[in-house]
């Protein structure tokens, strides 16, 4: 089954502690991108990579990390979490960040969304 | 799965029903759109993407509107069903930054009563 997978589902952490949620996809994505979903403020992406080894910000990158060292994997890393990052987490991935001329989708799959809670 | 509690405009559709979504987006320059539904518990999904190049673009059951003059974007839903209650969003990708950003609206929630 084609799937986004993110671990863990649920964590509750304390301020400081730093942890990596991870997220990994099974359809041979090029792209893949992390959201966080907050409130009255819809998605905001976090970082995006379009290939392996290739990541870039999105428009909340603060206090976040992420590597892509094989296509499937792309965790995303909190060295310090705080307070403000407590939120609802998701990866996303697709075939490719270019939607193509002969108009195909430029569909993301989205994983189920990993709540954090930081104290 | 998960849902985040969010104070979003609703929208009331009795069953049967036509809906419309409507979506202001932010950048002129914005060159792709896409619609996702987020059902309660679940990742957003896919529904439909229009290019800047069209104004119009037609599903199943769905169909894509794009005023660039204005910058909107809106969903139509036709014969609303139950299952189509959830929160839709629009997004937008500005090619002249990357192809890889994607901005969200925040959403809009549609309840689908009988």
């Known amino acids: 089954e084609a799937q986004v997978t993110q671990n863990p589902r649920y964590l509750i952490t304390v301020t400081g502690k730093k942890l990596t949620v991870t997220c990994s996809q099974n359809?041979?994505?090029?792209?893949m991108s992390w959201y966080r979903q907050d409130p009255g403020l819809g998605l905001r992406q976090i970082y995006y990579s379009m290939n392996v080894e290739v990541t870039d910000k999105g428009d909340v990158p603060e206090g976040y990390k992420v590597s892509r060292k094989e296509k499937r994997n792309f965790p995303l890393i909190l060295e310090s979490p705080s307070p403000n990052q407590t939120s609802l987490y998701f990866c996303?991935?697709?075939?490719?960040?270019?939607?193509?001329?002969?108009?195909?989708?430029?569909?993301?799959?989205f994983g189920p969304g990993t709540r954090l809670t930081v104290t | 799965g998960e849902s985040v509690g969010l104070h979003l405009p609703t929208l009331s559709v009795q069953e049967g029903d036509n809906s419309i979504i409507n979506c202001a987006y932010s950048?002129?320059?914005?060159?792709?759109f896409i619609w996702y539904k987020q059902e309660s518990g679940k990742g957003p999904q896919f529904i439909i993407d229009?290019?800047?190049?069209?104004d119009k673009r037609q599903g199943q059951r769905v169909t894509v509107l794009l005023n660039k003059t204005v910058k909107h974007l809106s969903l139509q839903i036709a014969a609303t069903q139950p299952g189509d209650s959830a929160v839709y969003f629009c997004?937008?990708?500005?090619?002249?930054?990357?192809?890889?950003?994607?901005?969200f609206g925040a959403g809009t929630q549609v309840v689908v009563t009988p």
């Open positions: 997004a937008e990708n500005y090619n002249g930054d990357s192809w890889g950003k994607l901005q």
């Open positions: 996303a991935s697709s075939r490719s960040n270019y939607p193509g001329l002969a108009g195909e989708a430029y569909e993301q799959y």
């Open positions: 229009i290019r800047s190049n069209m």
């Open positions: 359809m041979n994505h090029e792209y």
């Open positions: 950048n002129s320059a914005s060159d792709y």
